[in-house]
């Protein structure tokens, strides 16, 4: 078990309970120690008097703060000890605030807040519960170690947290310190955002913080345990260019395309901006509106990526992603197979296509499920009968 760093008193209105601090992350970084090249020798840091070159002890360094060039205001150890806040053993939170109006970047330091005995969990349970339910945290000052601390206490995975924060004047303005942020008069067409859109959720996932480590702490290992072998170190691959604004289109159509989505549904946008008769840039969610009666397109996506248009009456042959042909016409639903060997990006393009809603919100396997109920609606039956061509709605 974790030694507490600081024990105290949680307290809010008459109520308090008695909690310890808890160090909530570790630094998992490779420490390195300074040697002399071509030698195992240590080389230490030493407090040296810059105009002697002698080394200074210790015990007689005091601060000076410097006023004028060489001019200082020395102050002792001691005198900082006596306006410090010391060890103050109590959080009093003061006032509640929703979460939802706190910023990130006030956010600094994590710790974990835990009972101080048995006896005290019944209060401490209490606030943990009615600060999840509120979606409040409460707000704090406390002190530790000679330093005052703003603090929100919030409630999260069935425990109380404390999170030290940043004041407000130290906060940095953006404005102020980035010289070339683009002003609101930077154009962005209605097209290169809805293909944006699109790419970014056909890549969302579902938040696992096991899926991400630290790969360069991985290659630090990796580089000292060849070294050490005698063996050779392939170094990684250089860092990608900036893209080029002008190919903008371009790299956003085969992104898209890398992500899963078909290049034909990017051809398809790209002929309706050409001014292509009967042709349209796609909707959000990667559907695409055909023009008047006549002329329309309705293009039906397979794994291979291939295309099929049908005029007048709106028919169109898919495989496994057939789309519905202009406004107006009914959607269809995929056609029946086994989608449990689909990649995630590939059944929220079909459920894109099928305009099935929340798609974006969804796992893998949620995905699947609306699927397969939408095709059981429009009487595909189960995803194991073999696969039919399918009719659009006229």
């Keep these: 078990m974790a030694r507490p760093i600081w024990s105290g008193i949680l307290s809010f209105g008459l109520v308090s309970v008695p909690v310890s601090l808890y160090a909530a992350t570790e630094d998992h970084t490779v420490h390195f120690r300074q040697i002399q090249r071509g030698t195992s020798d240590r080389v230490r840091n030493l407090r040296v008097n810059e105009r002697t070159g002698e080394e200074v002890a210790f015990g007689d360094i005091v601060k000076g703060f410097e006023t004028a060039e060489g001019e200082y205001v020395v102050v002792e150890p001691e005198e900082l000890d006596q306006i410090s806040p010391g060890r103050s053993k109590t959080i009093e939170i003061t006032g509640f605030v929703d979460l939802d109006q706190v910023k990130p970047i006030f956010f600094d330091k994590t710790y974990y807040l835990g009972p101080k005995g048995k006896e005290y969990g019944k209060v401490y349970t209490l606030l943990q ?70 790419l970014i959720e056909m890549l969302a996932v ?121 406004k107006g016409a009914g959607k269809t639903a995929p056609a029946a197979e086994d989608l449990s060997q689909l990649t995630k990006a590939e059944l929220y393009r079909r459920a894109g296509e099928l305009d099935i809603p929340h798609r974006s919100t969804m796992t893998r396997d949620q995905l699947q499920a609306a699927l397969e109920e939408t095709a059981a609606r429009a009487g595909d039956g189960p995803a194991a009968k073999p696969r039919r061509h399918l009719r659009a709605a006229s």
């Design 206 to 326: 579902d938040w696992n913080p096991d899926d991400y480590h630290d790969t360069f702490e991985q290659k630090v290992h990796e580089l000292i345990a060849a070294k050490q072998s005698g063996a050779d170190y392939a170094a990684p691959e250089a860092a990608p260019r900036p893209s080029n604004v002008i190919d903008l289109m371009d790299i956003l159509s085969r992104s898209l395309e890398s992500a899963g989505r078909p290049a034909g549904a990017a051809g398809a946008a790209e002929a309706g901006e050409a001014g292509e008769p009967g042709a349209e840039a796609p909707a959000r969610g990667g559907r695409t509106a055909g023009k008047g009666a006549a002329g329309r397109k309705a293009p039906a996506t397979g794994s291979s990526g291939g295309r099929s248009a049908g005029k007048g009456a709106g028919k169109s042959a898919g495989t496994s992603a057939a789309k519905s042909a202009g």
């Design 129 to 198: 519960k009615a600060l999840e339910q509120a979606n409040r945290a409460g707000i704090a000052m406390f002190s530790m170690r000679g330093k005052e601390y703003l603090t929100a206490v919030r409630a999260e995975n069935g425990i109380l947290t404390a999170h030290t924060m940043h004041f407000a004047d130290e906060v940095r303005d953006p404005h102020h310190e980035i010289g070339n942020l683009p002003d609101g008069d930077t154009a962005v067409s209605d097209r290169e955002l809805t293909m944006a859109e699109q």
